[in-house]
């Protein structure tokens, strides 16, 4: 085995003395003698709160590495606070994944274990290890454990959507949501109900770069430390084996994650997320796949926010293996876990234990449960909708546009008594792409006019060039592609134009003639609300962010970098 450490540490010269010593600190010499060096690259942060908890995890980690024989080396790295960050944490994830990305290739280790939960930090840092290329493994942080409140369940997000929406239809008083503040975040771990961050988890564990069996264990449970123990030791096995992720993450294996995104009822996020980590590793991954894949499979979870249950009841019930033992046949045989053996291979002896939870699949939710590729004359390059999320009824609609064009805008005049807007209205919201807000918000499920609340009304069809929360619910077509503030024709809409939404023809169309739409030219209100950032990250990823249809990663950043960084520092 040839380490690239050793390209730090082997010989005798001044160099290799200079590497070794300033890294003895009481570590014996065999430490920097053929021990693979393996970084813990931790995105633990307080201001993460969903993160907090992953230096305790770590210490685990730092055992298993120990125990194999390696060497753990704590390598904290950019964190992602979804709730905490502004203007938004997808503006930082590239941001995250580059600067974990170099720093890998400048250090001395062999290997990497990467830590995350909250929705960007597993995106980013698999994103980072896929470019670099070494051996890496993903320990996921695990969910927060059930919420609960006036006797129901509570999850996190979800309950913030759904009871902000009782408070503004005057069922909820100010004072009773602010209680529910601590009943629904009450552990460790990250958000609980089938959002982002739970999402990417087990995405990522059908994708196979999680131990299978790992992703869904609740973060306070010692559960998850003996996954860390022996996913530490995984580590360095992996080194032995040189099993880096262009090893064995193909096409296959996002076959598999999108069967699983679509089966578990994941979040939309997943496919910006997905489609930026095929793109690091070369593979020709497109938005069209996620609707022809996920076509065929059942939705099987029953989880908010469109279902009842929470992550600690999927976990009890059987965990994603058990979910995907069910659709076994639509999965890649051949694709391939990090412990080198097929995905398929775990599903053997997976069971339902809780049928409310994970229902078989002759007692699917929904069938064709996958996130459908949306085409059009307001959408050329594509918009996505997850029709498990949305109402029934209004997956074939047409209905007059009422425009926003900014957040602050949309905030403005929402709730005016005097809106023109009815239950038919579509709701349309632009200059939240990835250049016009910039980072690609979660806003595009935006909250409903409170007079139309107050008539009992709960959803309407809403169009966004931005993303939505993985635990918000409805209409909502999102990722609107080219968007708004990069020439899209989303920026030409008027007030008052007809919109129509065909989920089943997969269309979305302005009923405009072609020739008067292209005589328009975009609203003053809109590009005056877009104003291009003049000095640093926000600069450089408004000139090289691209569209969501591939992933919205910087154009630069797209492919391998590879581990080899042949000059000294000395
Ligand atoms: Fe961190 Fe939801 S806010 S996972």
Redesign the pocket.
């Known amino acids: 085995m040839t380490l690239r450490s050793n390209e730090w540490y082997a010989g005798e010269d001044r160099n290799a003395y200079i590497h070794r010593a300033w890294m003895r600190r009481g570590v014996p010499d065999d430490a920097f003698r053929g021990r693979p060096q393996i970084a813990i690259a931790n995105t633990a942060s307080d201001l993460?709160?969903?993160n907090a908890h992953l230096s305790g995890v770590a210490q685990f980690v730092k055992n298993g590495i120990l125990e194999a024989g390696g060497v753990p080396l704590d390598l904290p790295v950019v964190s992602l606070?979804?709730?905490n960050v502004r203007p938004t944490a997808m503006l930082w994830r590239n941001m995250a994944a580059m600067s974990t990305e170099e720093m890998l290739r400048a250090n001395p280790v062999d290997g990497v274990v990467l830590l995350g939960?909250?929705?960007k930090t597993i995106p980013s840092l698999l994103m980072a290890a896929a470019s670099v290329d070494i051996p890496a493994v993903v320990v996921p942080g695990g969910p927060m454990l059930n919420g609960s409140f006036r006797g129901a369940p509570l999850g996190?997000?979800t309950g913030v959507w759904k009871l902000s929406e009782e408070v503004r239809a005057g069922t909820l008083s100010n004072e009773d949501f602010t209680r529910s503040e601590s009943a629904m975040i009450r552990s460790a771990g990250?958000?609980n109900t089938m959002?982002?961050?739970s999402t990417m988890a087990l995405v990522v564990e059908a994708l196979g770069a999680i131990v299978p069996g790992v992703a869904g264990i609740p973060a306070s449970d010692a559960r998850l430390n003996e996954a860390a123990q022996l996913t530490g030791r995984l580590s360095v096995e992996l080194v032995a084996e040189g099993r880096t992720p262009s090893t064995f993450l193909t096409e296959g294996s996002f076959r598999n994650a999108i069967v699983a995104l679509a089966a578990i009822g994941g979040s939309t996020n997943a496919v910006v997320h997905l489609l930026a980590i095929a793109g690091r590793l070369g593979i020709d991954l497109t938005p069209a796949d996620f609707d022809r894949i996920g076509a065929q499979v059942p939705l099987l979870v029953d989880l908010q926010p469109a279902g009842r249950h929470l992550m600690e009841d999927l976990h009890r019930a059987g965990g994603l293996l058990a979910v995907l033992r069910e659709v076994r046949d639509l999965l890649d045989p051949g694709a391939l876990t990090i412990t080198g053996r097929p995905l398929v291979e775990y599903l053997e002896d997976a069971e339902i234990f809780d049928p409310e939870v994970i229902t078989p699949r002759e007692t699917a939710l929904q069938e064709d449960a996958g996130i459908a590729l949306l085409r059009g004359n307001l959408a050329p390059d594509g918009a996505i909708i997850k029709p498990a999320a949305a109402s029934p009824h209004l997956l074939s609609h047409r209905g007059r546009a009422l425009v926003f064009d900014s957040i602050e805008d949309f905030r403005e005049r929402i709730d005016d008594p005097d809106l023109d807007v009815d239950a038919d209205s579509v709701l349309v919201l632009r200059g939240c792409g990835p250049k016009g807000y910039p980072g690609m918000p979660e806003v595009s499920n935006m909250p409903l006019p409170a007079k139309l609340l107050e008539q009992g009304v709960r959803d309407m069809v809403r169009i966004c060039d931005g993303r939505m929360s993985g635990?918000a619910y409805g209409t909502v077509v999102l990722h609107v592609a080219p968007e708004a503030a990069d020439g899209g024709p989303l920026g030409l809409v008027q007030t008052g134009d007809w919109i129509e939404l065909d989920v089943a023809a997969r269309r979305l169309d302005i009923d405009v003639p072609a020739e008067e739409l292209a005589a328009r030219t975009p609203s003053a209100a809109m590009t005056d609300a877009f104003a291009a950032p003049t000095r640093g990250w926000e600069k450089l990823y408004v000139e090289h962010v691209q569209q969501a249809d591939t992933g919205a990663d910087l154009d630069f950043l797209i492919g391998s970098s590879g581990s080899e960084v042949l000059r000294e520092s000395h």
């Open positions: 993460t709160p969903c606070g979804e709730t939960g909250c929705d996190c997000g990250h958000c959002g982002t961050a635990t």
